[in-house]
């Protein structure tokens, strides 16, 4: 008997190889009326999602990607982050319960002093923080009881010693003015800010304790976003990613702080160890608690998850910009066949079942255009740890080299994240036996605002030369081609001599 592996018959390919071809736009198809609306858990056919994403993006389960501070600035422009769960329990409890209880315009104050805080110590903060207003409190954090405010005016460096205390120049709380931090809204707090020509406004609770802070300059900010992701009382909706080992704590630490969706944060998502977690969920949360799972690359994953009871599957191994996986053991498929093959495989278990279980693209969206394509192939949504990783919202440093500004960016499988349990298959217990990722630059790329506006602004451009207004619609009109290496060549600029290449004369 001759034993033969399994051959696929077509080889495996990733965005850059395909393109889309338009289709006929009526008058209606214009940017303006595109919604990128997406489910982003499972949902009976005629029901309504427990949850809906406002844009198709998710921020990767990563140290180098998403904290609190990243999750408020997504969730403000409608997608959600998954905290990343390669930390403490209690550390990710925490940058949840952040984001649950943010209050848009109301900052929480971050350079905070005691009465006896010298001027050389204050000088040295604000270098540090790049923030002039300090709040002083009794005990010098930013919950103390509030004896006034430090700001550039209250000191005049060339006359005053650097020894000289904060309670001698403060501006007391006597001469403040402030506001009720239970009872103000953020629309009265600038009302006060414009009435009283104020730089920023204290709000105190009833013991004179400092919660927050409204600043003059948040003002445009803080108006609403009609896209905004928030839940049914106003707060913005946050994920945290979980693992296969000790979900039997973090998953209640994660639901007690509040946390709308959770994700099995795993390289390789087709194991009986998801199963058992699922199993876990369901038992002691029920439905309450919504769960993806992943990553899988084909059709039988999905269905192995799909029955397992995820919320929702997530497609991609060894295609992540920081990922050497494939290198190392020789497995993964392409991004876009894997979500061909899944979104078939999704679309047939939805014909049988009834039930919709939503798909995300996980790594390798390096263009702007890969994200359109994924969406097109299917994906209901993408995950994406590169991209944020660039801007200023991320967790990690920016530095400068040779005049160039860049953020550092490194995979969970590194030795600098040591996230074993992703990459766990039940084995030695706290152990990376070798990485399947890298510690990498990329390049800085600004506010996180501005570059989703413009990378969704194209999405809804191209999907309006196919003829379609929303995800579904674009989806079931895409009409794609492979292209030839050739022609891939007569995509970019050619044949002309950019100008560029000039400008150092
Ligand atoms: P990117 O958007 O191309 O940078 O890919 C991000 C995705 O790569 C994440 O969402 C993970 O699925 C995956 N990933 C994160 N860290 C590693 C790693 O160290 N090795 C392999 N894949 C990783």
Request: glycine letters at 8%; proline letters at 3%; hydrophobic letters at 35%.
């Amino acid at each position: 008997m001759i034993i033969l592996a399994y051959y696929y018959k077509e080889a495996s390919h990733t965005f850059g190889e395909y393109l889309l071809v338009p289709g006929y736009s009526s008058d209606k198809c214009i940017p303006d009326n595109v919604s990128l609306k997406t489910p982003l858990v499972r949902f009976k056919k005629g029901e309504e999602p427990a949850i809906s994403l406002n844009i198709p993006m998710v921020s990767a389960i990563m140290q180098a990607v998403s904290n609190d501070t990243m999750a408020i600035a997504l969730a403000k422009e409608g997608g959600l982050s998954f905290i990343y769960g390669s930390q403490s329990i209690e550390k990710q409890a925490e940058m949840v319960a952040k984001v649950k209880n943010y209050k848009s315009g109301f900052v929480n104050s971050d350079s905070n002093i005691k009465p006896t805080t010298t001027l050389g110590e204050i000088l040295e903060l604000k270098e540090a923080t790049g923030h002039s207003t300090m709040a002083v409190t009794e005990d010098g954090t930013d919950t103390g009881k509030l004896l006034g405010i430090v700001t550039s005016r209250d000191y005049r460096i060339t006359r005053m010693p650097m020894s000289m205390q904060a309670k001698e120049f403060m501006t007391p709380f006597s001469k403040l003015v402030y506001a009720d931090a239970e009872t103000t809204t953020l629309s009265q707090a600038n009302d006060i800010i414009w009435d009283k020509k104020l730089n920023m406004l204290p709000l105190v609770d009833r013991n004179q304790c400092l919660r927050y802070m409204v600043f003059r300059k948040d003002y445009t900010d803080n108006k609403e976003n009609k896209n905004e992701l928030i839940d049914s009382k106003k707060r913005y909706m946050v994920g945290a990613g979980i693992n296969t080992r000790d979900y039997a704590e973090r998953v209640p630490a994660l639901v007690e702080a509040g946390a709308d969706v959770l994700c099995i944060d795993s390289s390789e998502g087709f194991t009986e160890w998801q199963r058992i977690t699922l199993n876990y969920i369901h038992e002691h949360f029920g439905d309450r608690v919504k769960v993806g799972a992943g990553n899988v690359v084909d059709a039988d994953g999905f269905r192995f998850l799909a029955e397992a009871g995820a919320d929702f599957v997530k497609v991609g191994i060894g295609g992540g910009s920081i990922c050497i996986t494939r290198e190392t053991k020789g497995i993964g498929r392409g991004q876009a066949t894997s979500i061909i093959d899944v979104a078939k495989a999704r679309d047939e278990y939805y014909e049988e079942t009834g039930i919709y279980v939503p798909i995300c693209s996980d790594g390798g969206l390096v263009h702007d255009y890969h994200m359109t394509l994924a969406l097109a192939m299917g994906a209901d949504f993408m995950m994406l740890g590169r991209y944020f990783s660039r801007f200023d919202e991320s967790p990690t440093n920016k530095v400068r080299i040779n005049g160039t500004y860049y953020k550092e960016y490194w995979g969970e499988g590194s030795n600098r994240a040591r996230n074993w349990q992703r990459y766990d298959l039940g084995g030695q217990k706290n152990k990376l036996s070798f990485e399947e990722g890298v510690d990498s630059y990329v390049p800085y790329a600004g506010a996180l605002k501005d570059n989703v506006d413009l990378s969704l602004s194209k999405i809804r451009s191209t999907m309006c030369n196919c003829g379609a207004l929303n995800i579904k619609e674009f989806q079931e009109k895409a009409k794609l081609t492979l292209v030839s290496a050739t022609s891939i060549v007569e995509g970019g600029s050619h044949d002309v001599i950019l100008k560029d290449a000039f400008s150092h004369e």
